[in-house]
C-alpha cells in the first residue's frame, strides 16, 4: 500500500462508478466520497429502488471501513438526512417524496457515518466548496487553521446554525448573497477568494456534461484550477491527478 493515496468520489446519484473504490480500497489510504448518494438524474434512467441500494452498499462499504472511507452530505441528502433542514430545499433536488420515509430512516440510523467536511493532505473537502463570505458566517476565512474549519463547518449541522446549510443564490434559484458548502455553484467561487488562496478545495455538486452530436448526453471534463477543483462528471479520481504540480 503506497502511503498517500487517496480516492475521491463526487456525486453518486445512484451510478456505480464509484464501485472502483471498492476494487482499489487496498491500494488506499483514504477514499473520499463528496456526498449526493440518491436522487437520480431522470436522464441516467436509474430507478429510485436502484440507486437506495446503491447507496446502501456504500453505507456497507463505510462499515466495513470506517477509518478509511469518508462519507460527506450534499445538498440532496441534507433534506432526508435532517428533520431541521430547510424542507423548502426539496423544490430544487428531485426530491422522492415516495421514498423519502425510507431514505431519512436510513440516515437516521447511520448518522455519525456522514459529516459536511473533511480536510486531508491540506486539503479541504466539502459537496460544494466554501467561499470566504459564506464560511464568515461561522469562523474567520483568513485565520482559522484548517482543522477549526473543518470543525466549525461540521458543528453547523449540530447547532442553531443548520439554516446556514441553506443559503443558495441566483445561480441555483435562491435569494441569497454566498452560496453555502452543499449549494454554491462552480459559477460562484473564484481563484483570488480568500480561502481558496490558503487551502486547496475539491468538492462536486456542478453536474459536467452536454449534449453530443446524436442529442446523448455525455459527461464533461471537470474544473480544476490552481485554487480549486470541481470533479462532478461521475469519474474517481486520485488526488495526486488533481493537484498541479502534483501530477
Ligand atoms: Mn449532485
Excluded at 448573497?177 to 456542478?206: M, N, P
Excluded at 470533479?231 to 491527478?241: G, Q, T
Amino acid at each position: 500500500m503506497q502511503d498517500n493515496k487517496i480516492l475521491i468520489i463526487p456525486d453518486v446519484h445512484g451510478r456505480e462508478f464509484w464501485k472502483e473504490a471498492k476494487a482499489r480500497v487496498d491500494e488506499c489510504s483514504r477514499v473520499i466520497f463528496l456526498g449526493d448518494y440518491l436522487d437520480p438524474y431522470e436522464f441516467e434512467h436509474i430507478s429510485i429502488a436502484d440507486a437506495f441500494s446503491n447507496f446502501q452498499e456504500i453505507i456497507e462499504f463505510k462499515l466495513a471501513h470506517p477509518d478509511k472511507v469518508v462519507l460527506l452530505l450534499g445538498n440532496h441528502d441534507l433534506p432526508y438526512y435532517s428533520s431541521d433542514y430547510n424542507r423548502l430545499s426539496t423544490r430544487w433536488c428531485r426530491y422522492c417524496e415516495s421514498f423519502a420515509d425510507v431514505f431519512a430512516a436510513t440516515f437516521a440510523k447511520h448518522k455519525n457515518l456522514f459529516k459536511l467536511a473533511h480536510a486531508e493532505a491540506g486539503v479541504l473537502f466539502t459537496h460544494a466548496g466554501v467561499r470566504s463570505d459564506w464560511y464568515a458566517m461561522v469562523g474567520n476565512p483568513d485565520a482559522d487553521t484548517l482543522a477549526e474549519i473543518v470543525d466549525n463547518i461540521n458543528n453547523v449541522m449540530t447547532t442553531s446554525q443548520v439554516d446556514l446549510l441553506y443559503q443558495v443564490t441566483y445561480y441555483r434559484g435562491g435569494p441569497d448573497s454566498a452560496g453555502s458548502c452543499v449549494w454554491a455553484d462552480v459559477l460562484e467561487h473564484d481563484s483570488a477568494d480568500t480561502l481558496s488562496k490558503r487551502f486547496y478545495q475539491i468538492f462536486g455538486h456542478t453536474l459536467q456534461a452536454g449534449y453530443n452530436n446524436t442529442g446523448g448526453i455525455e459527461f464533461a471534463q471537470p474544473v480544476i484550477t490552481e485554487t480549486f477543483a470541481m470533479i462532478d462528471n461521475a469519474k474517481c479520481y486520485d488526488l495526486d491527478n488533481i493537484i498541479p504540480g502534483q501530477m
